[in-house]
């Protein structure tokens, strides 16, 4: 290997050495064009970030645009560190997720660790303190290959983050399935609240103003993280480990009360978290915005290593550091800021009239670059789509019911599914109630945290079936979406805006990018019926290895405002003698249901069918009727149908149990996943006003005092258990699965 | 500059999980000949040469670098070897 | 009552205990940062949670050697009440106001949720305002937790009546299940789980407030003389 020093740019030319740094063969010849110049290695390194899949969305863009991403409620859509929602009384909702599958694979407790760091950045840099933290996390079958390692690794490092930065973890999800073997998944969504006048950009406006470093010292870690993120994973990613970084949540929490205090200052003029590509696209991007140029002496950056090169400095990913563009003159009142906290800011730049990215080093200009060539004009890729043939085969098998002989043994084993099975395990190792706000803790549809000094509460959930999606990428996008703003009503508030977690596999696999293609085109739809605009969001590709990929999963992280904390509704049953009620009706629907994998090890089939013009409206009269306070728990039906909701309602451990009567076949009345059903109970004095409101529930059964949950069919007694009992099976389950040898 | 390496472990008798996990592991891994685990903490210092680095070293340790509640420490002094 | 709210860098509770204060117990409070406060103009002092330092080290360690814990010591000489929950308590042990240390959860995962706490002693100036023997709700929230003393120190703590709250499932392996003891003074309290995420009915267990009131009362009645 040759030294950076010998990297001529006519030798980086001669040996093609730029197709190692990421760049394709067209892609070094625009650079060329761009520069009027060959590039040198500096600027190949840049290039090479700026325009990875990961920095500069170059295939994902194309589909992106077709998200719904304005409403009157939108304060900012894509394209700043996070979006914006106004939620009134002058007050904004923050919010985020992101994706860090690749570092996680490679080292899960830094890899889930730092993308827990890096989400919450990018919310505390548009000024919003952040409240609450979510994840949505993918694994292989616990037992198999090296999933139990990763889990447990992945859950520590969110925890080992997010507990020391002092903002709740108040929920998500976790689902088990063979596609994420060696590819686990880790999304991370972070929410904040801001008073509208705070919020602020990552712009470099005004020429002449200072470009100031804050935070953690630069180091050689994370170098090319950006691009390691956009290829593929193969069995020699255990030797790329140095590319992992490692997070340091002291420092975050002090940067954090630092910045929100600088916010305050009108000395500060724009501000941007180092993410992915680091100083790079921190710093390109925010002059890029703002229309202008920047110079930064390189001399100046803060570093942890010694005889550091300008490639290194530019690339490397080194965690907790923020870029900030300060007024001219002004400079002293940041350091000031940030002494306090014990931390560095220096001014290393300042923002120039022309549009040049210009760095120095050493008294020599190392790379000069026109600031739009790295934001703007990366290239754009219009992938070629295939329909998945196996997506056709599906879609033409006939309807199909399980045979299943034992219903009670049957939901027995589907409360022990590992996706279905309690997470207590998962989030009794988060703090999900710092900050003194959460309301409903992790466990139901949606976590709830209040907002102090008003009356109101904010929802938030994470959400994706992805068996659903790989058996149909459309329609098992619009029931992500669905499923999602079901669990922002269930609790009592109304869905408000998403962010979009976007994780595929191989893009350039037309098969790939059709799934890409159609679940984008499913969850517009959906969203654009739920009037849920997509306001931020994340694309993660290449999620596959040894020729594999992923299901297609792209998470739904759901925002929604409880207008009055006395909606707020629980999932649970919560009194003997309540009415039990299932909202909409059910049909034979065992695509990628839960009973399928339990009786035959995998999907095939139909996804279940969904009609979003049924879905809104049945949302909209349940929120109606939990407003009226008609409602005493809401809970939707998803993975194990009603079986599963009704033993999940009666495991709240006070001794309740659960009667019902329904008619139909047994196997589907029980455990199909017909899609847009809720189970609610309803105080026998509110029937009447219940029933004229929600002309398609059920009345079914009742609550009771017994620990029972007994469920009879035309009559026949077909479920008969004891609560405790169904209830150790489905806590115990994943602590089970962990203790069990690999 | 003198080196100085301080050694951090449980005290005997106090419970420690993390060994015990470490060496349940070894075990099921093979390694039966293990009889006890015990893990610590190793604290490197980088010191100007001065006469008493030993006791300094020492009066460190009480005052913050290990609990004596429940830890013990041990120190090692060497000459660093200069870069 | 006024109340001191110490931060250290890395404290993450010190607006929780702020708000108990100020808005359900409706007393005065300021936070103070570490650097920067005079405690002596104080009637209370507050050592909140979080991780001091990052908590590297032990935790509690590097901010029990910091400045503003010699006023803190100097302050509860002169029998100022003094408490220190979860972090805080750590901050206490290792700076020997209290005895004991800290060691990791026995099942070495950081644990978050509501357990049921026993009141052990209520005769201290914390605890008036609860019954003796009466359980309560607190949320734990920590990854070590696990209280430990010699055999020596526990029949002390015993025979002084030193221990104030236990755990009814011991869930970290505390010696004696031990969740809050005072100094022999009574007027130095550290508690692991937390009184004020237990403030408010709406976040799941009012039951916190009342040490809160306790204190209050307690420092009315020997202060202040004409109410």
Redesign the interface.
């Known amino acids: 290997m040759l030294s950076t020093s010998e990297m001529t740019p006519e030798t980086i030319e001669q040996e093609k050495l730029y197709l190692e740094l990421g760049l394709s063969e067209a892609e070094y010849q625009h650079v060329k064009q761009i520069l009027k110049r060959r590039p040198n290695f500096t600027e190949t390194g840049i290039f090479s970030v700026m325009w990875s899949e990961h920095c500069s969305y170059k295939t994902s863009k194309p589909l992106l645009k077709k998200f719904p991403s304005t409403a009157p409620h939108v304060l900012q859509g894509p394209g700043e560190g996070a979006g914006v929602i106004d939620i009134g009384d002058g007050l904004a909702a923050v919010f985020k997720i992101e994706s860090h599958n690749h570092p996680s694979a490679v080292e899960p407790y830094q890899g889930a660790a730092t993308g827990v760091g890096g989400i919450i950045r990018d919310v505390f840099s548009m000024g919003a303190r952040p409240v609450a933290l979510m994840n949505s996390l993918r694994f292989g079958n616990p037992g198999t290959g090296n999933v139990n390692h990763l889990f447990q690794e992945v859950v520590r490092g969110i925890a080992g983050y997010g507990n020391c930065v002092g903002i709740p973890t108040v929920g998500g999800e976790v689902q088990f399935d063979a596609s994420y073997e060696d590819n686990p998944l880790v999304n991370a969504m972070c929410v904040g609240i801001i008073r509208h006048e705070d919020l602020q950009k990552g712009i470099a406006s005004g020429a002449g103003n200072t470009v100031m470093y804050a935070g953690a010292p630069t180091g050689r870690d994370g170098i090319h993280g950006a691009t390691f993120a956009s290829g593929d994973l193969t069995e020699d990613s255990d030797k790329d480990r140095p590319s992992v970084q490692v997070g340091d949540p002291f420092m975050e929490k002090l940067l954090i009360e630092a910045c929100l205090e600088a916010i305050q200052s009108d000395a500060l003029v724009g501000m941007q978290d180092m993410g992915a590509a680091g100083l790079t696209s921190s710093a390109s991007e925010m002059a890029s915005k703002a229309g202008t140029g920047m110079t930064m002496n390189l001399d100046l950056v803060p570093q942890r290593e010694a005889n550091m090169s300008a490639y290194e400095l530019m690339l490397s990913e080194s965690q907790e550091r923020m870029l900030l563009v300060v007024q001219n003159g002004r400079e002293q009142e940041m350091v000031d800021i940030f002494a306090k906290y014990g931390l560095e800011a220096a001014a290393v730049g300042e923002v120039t009239e022309d549009t040049s990215f210009r760095l120095l080093q050493h008294g020599s200009v190392v790379a000069d670059i026109p600031v739009d060539a790295l934001a703007e004009e990366a290239p754009v890729y219009h992938m070629p789509s295939k329909e998945a043939a196996y997506v056709r085969a599906f879609r033409q098998m006939d309807d199909f019911i399980p045979e299943v002989r034992d219903h009670g043994a049957t939901l027995k084993q589907l409360l022990q599914q590992p996706t279905i099975a309690s997470k207590e395990y998962v989030y009794d190792q988060y703090d999900s109630m710092v900050q003194t706000n959460t309301v409903v803790t992790p466990g139901s549809d949606a976590a709830v945290i209040r907002m102090k000094g008003t009356d109101k509460a904010l929802a938030i959930t994470t959400d994706c079936n992805s068996r659903y999606l790989y058996l149909d990428p459309e329609v098992g996008g619009k029931i992500a979406v669905a499923e999602a703003a079901r669990n922002i009503v269930c609790s009592g508030a109304k869905p408000l805006g998403l962010t979009d977690g976007l994780n595929y596999g191989n893009p350039t696999n037309p098969e790939v990018f059709w799934q890409m293609e159609k679940s984008v085109e499913g969850m517009s739809t959906a969203a654009n019926m739920l009037k849920t605009p997509v306001i931020s969001g994340n694309v993660s590709l290449y999620n596959q290895s040894n020729g594999k990929s992923i299901y297609p999963t792209p998470v739904v992280g759901m925002v929604g405002l409880a207008t009055s904390l006395h909606h707020i509704t629980p999932s649970f049953f919560q009194e003997s003698g309540d009415l039990v009620y299932v909202i909409g009706g059910t049909q034979p629907e065992f695509g990628g249901s839960a009973l399928q994998k339990l009786v035959s090890g995998h999907y095939e089939g139909k996804a279940p069918s969904i009609d979003l013009q049924v879905e809104a409206d049945r949302q909209h009269k349940l929120l109606q009727a939990i407003q009226t306070g008609l409602i005493q728990s809401a809970h939707d039906l998803s993975e194990g149908g009603l079986a599963v909701a009704m033993a999940e309602s009666v495991f709240a451990g006070n001794k309740l149990g659960a009667e019902a009567d329904v008619a139909g076949d047994a196997t589907v009345a029980l455990f199909s996943e017909t899609q847009s059903r809720f189970l609610v109970t309803v105080k026998p004095e509110h029937r009447k006003a219940f029933e004229t409101m929600l002309t398609d529930a059920v009345h079914i059964g009742h609550v009771t005092d017994n620990n029972k949950l007994i469920v009879r069919i035309n009559g026949t007694t077909t479920i008969d258990e004891d609560v405790s009992t169904l209830h150790q099976l489905w806590k115990g389950a994943i602590p089970c699965m962990l203790n069990r040898k690999a | 500059m003198k080196k100085v390496t301080v050694h951090v472990t449980l005290k005997e008798g106090i419970l420690d999980p993390q060994g015990q996990t470490i060496e349940t592991s070894l075990h099921s891994l093979g390694f039966t000949e293990v009889e006890e685990v015990r893990t610590g903490k190793t604290i490197e210092l980088l010191l100007n040469d001065q006469d008493n680095v030993e006791a300094r070293v020492q009066a460190m340790c009480t005052k913050l670098l290990a609990n004596p509640v429940i830890e013990d420490y041990q120190l090692h002094v060497e000459e660093a070897l200069q870069s | 009552m006024k109340f001191a709210v110490v931060v250290f ?2 404290s ?2 010190d ?2 205990m702020y ?2 204060v100020r ?1 359900v117990l409706q007393e005065e409070a300021d936070l103070v ?1 570490h ?1 920067s406060g005079n405690l002596q103009d104080y009637d209370a002092i507050l050592l909140p ?3 001091s ?6 935790s509690g ?2 901010a029990a ?1 910091s400045d503003i814990m010699d006023q803190v010591k100097r302050q509860a000489a002169q029998g100022k009440p003094v408490l220190g929950v979860c972090n805080g308590f750590q901050v206490l ?2 700076s020997g106001l209290l ?3 800290m ?2 959860n ?8 509501q357990e049921t706490l026993k009141v052990a002693n209520n005769r201290t100036m914390f605890t008036t305002e609860y019954n003796q023997g009466e359980t309560v709700q607190f ?1 734990i ?1 920590h ?1 070590e937790g696990n209280y ?2 010699d055999d020596k120190t526990k029949a002390k703590l015993e025979a002084n009546d030193q221990i104030v709250f236990t755990y009814q499932n011991n869930p970290n ?1 505390s010696t004696g299940a031990i969740a809050g003891i005072v100094n022999e003074q009574g007027n130095v309290l550290g508690m692991m789980p ?1 009184p ?2 237990a ?2 009915a ?3 267990s009012a039951d916190g407030i009342r040490l809160f009131q306790s204190l209050v009362k307690n420092w009315r009645e020997a202060h202040v003389v004409n109410v």
């Open positions: 860098p890395g993450n509770c607006r929780d708000h108990a808005e940062w650097e949670g979080g991780f330092y990052g908590d590297y080290l032990r360690a590097v050697v042990l290792e005895p004991g240390a060691l990791p026995e099942k070495l995962a950081f644990m978050c949720h949320p929230a990854g430990y003393c392996g937390h004020e995420r403030s408010e709406i976040i799941g």
